[in-house]
């Protein structure tokens, strides 16, 4: 198998983002476009993958991973200029990719038809390009009278006459390397934009001996993002196929335009999201479950026969059959074991909950350990923090902790124990013991009776 390198050209600022943030860094499903491109030149079997940055290098640099090596282009003098840069790390034999890091969509399926089309013909340039009904602002593709490509010319520099060819270069091509970089001793800046064009390579190589071919696709694939409308359209598209992939494996999604799932996310057979759930990052659903309507899942695990209505869950773990909400915000480092049930208004932080136990309503749980088959009463709080610090509450197996109970850690709550309701607990509850913190109530006979009288009410 031959050598194929990849180079992306990133370095852009990409003005009509409006951004502070360099343009491929911008994310589409939750992933920056720029590790979109790199990840599908990868899986097309590229050995090697250099990006040219330049603006915001240091924040491309740090989206992507090791194994990616960069190269620098101080000033953005052109797609031509920016190839330049990463020329003395090129090696002199092999085949070289060259993309741009705005065009997210591309997948590593068309790259590798395009490479085995480009090694087919014997090209030294093989272009990606299509057609486009409108291809106002695109280098033109340039045929001569037996159908081959002469060359590229930019819309800026074209006149009426190419202004009206409807094949677009998409800014992908394969070179022979060679000639790659026999070529860019060529190439000046003499046009409309005096930038150093890469597309002038074509005509260049042409006229030394090369062979150049065009690979036409016909999809979305090749679009790039220059402004966050195209990056709503991107997203749009990329969420359309990450649904589907998920639906064809045996996910029901009730929605599809209305659900978003990031790109890392594997959900078990026979589960069904409902509209309004967003579940991002490195995020695990099981089979069985139903998620949403109007959840959002972060980074958690969730395991098989989860029911997750109207709710939020970061950093977290939720094992088995867990019921969830409405209206429940698990935070991180919590982990919820088999068969809990936690109802509308709860939140838990940092938290372990215990098989079979219940937090049905109103509750937070802060910094503790809860036991199995507990029963939170209605309005319990764990009053971890004394405006310093954050304590710990452990409480144990089978525990039943009545309403509008205060735990005010640190404390210990052991195996069997009753708390009655309304009590402010602050020292250990022995095993099986019931526990009141509160004033008995005193009442007073007749009391309104005489009230009335004295006019005071
Ligand atoms: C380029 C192509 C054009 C093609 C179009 C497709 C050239 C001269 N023209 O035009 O034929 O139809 O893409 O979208 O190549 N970049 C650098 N350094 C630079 C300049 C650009 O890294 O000095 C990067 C940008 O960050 C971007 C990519 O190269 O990712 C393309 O640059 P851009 O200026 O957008 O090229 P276009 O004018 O769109
Ligand atoms: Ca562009």
Not at 84 to 110: N, R, V
Not at 268 to 290: A, L, Q, W
Not at 416 to 435: H, K, R
């Amino acid at each position: 198998m031959k050598k194929l390198y990849t180079l992306i050209l990133a370095a852009g600022l990409g003005k009509r983002m409006k951004s502070r943030h360099p343009k491929v860094a911008h994310k589409v499903c939750g992933r920056p476009m720029v590790e979109w491109v790199v990840r599908s030149a990868k899986a097309a079997g590229s050995d090697d993958v250099i990006v040219v940055v330049g603006h915001g290098a240091d924040e491309v640099k740090s989206i992507l991973s090791d194994d990616v090596k960069f190269a620098y282009q101080e000033k953005q003098l052109g797609t031509g200029h920016a190839v330049m840069m990463a020329k003395d790390m090129l090696p002199d034999e092999g085949d070289i990719m060259i993309l741009t890091g705005d065009t997210p969509l591309i997948t590593s399926g068309t790259l590798k038809e395009f490479y085995d089309f480009h090694l087919n013909e014997g090209n030294s340039i093989t272009i990606l390009s299509s057609i486009f009904d409108d291809p106002q602002g695109y280098g033109r593709i340039v045929r001569g009278s037996d159908g081959g490509v002469l060359k590229i010319v930019e819309d800026k520099d074209a006149d009426e006459k190419i202004k009206g060819i409807h094949e677009i270069n998409s800014a992908m091509y394969i070179f022979k390397l060679d000639y790659l970089k026999k070529s860019l001793e060529h190439i000046n800046n003499n046009n409309a934009q005096s930038e150093y064009y890469l597309t002038d390579a074509i005509e260049i190589v042409k006229n030394m001996g090369g062979k150049i071919g065009a690979y036409k696709v016909h999809s979305e694939e090749i679009m790039g993002v220059n402004s966050r409308v195209q990056l709503a359209e991107a997203e749009k598209v990329m969420r359309k196929r990450i649904n589907e992939r998920h639906m064809l494996e045996g996910v029901t999604i009730i929605d599809p335009d209305n659900t978003y799932i990031g790109p890392d996310v594997n959900i078990g057979i026979d589960t069904i999201i409902y509209p309004g759930t967003i579940i991002e990052g490195n995020s695990t659903i099981g089979k069985d479950c139903e998620i949403g309507p109007n959840s959002r899942i972060i980074d958690s695990e969730i395991g098989n026969g989860c029911k997750i209505i109207f709710s939020m869950i970061t950093e977290s773990k939720l094992c088995n059959n867990i019921k969830l909400g409405p209206f429940a915000q698990i935070r991180p480092d919590s982990v919820i074991h088999d068969n809990a049930k936690l109802g509308n208004f709860i939140e838990i932080k940092k938290s372990i909950i215990g098989e079979g136990t219940k937090v049905p309503h109103l509750t937070y749980i802060g910094d503790a350990e809860v036991g199995k088959r507990v029963n939170m009463g209605c309005g319990s709080i764990v009053v971890n923090y004394d405006g310093k610090r954050k304590h710990k509450t452990t409480i144990g197996d089978d525990v039943f902790v009545g309403c509008n109970v205060n735990l005010v850690s640190p404390v210990k709550v052991n195996n069997n124990a009753f708390i009655a309701a309304g009590s402010t607990i602050t020292d250990e509850v022995p095993d099986g013991a019931l526990a009141i913190a509160r004033c008995r109530q005193t009442n007073k006979e007749g009391w309104v009776e005489g009230r009335r009288k004295k006019g005071g009410l």
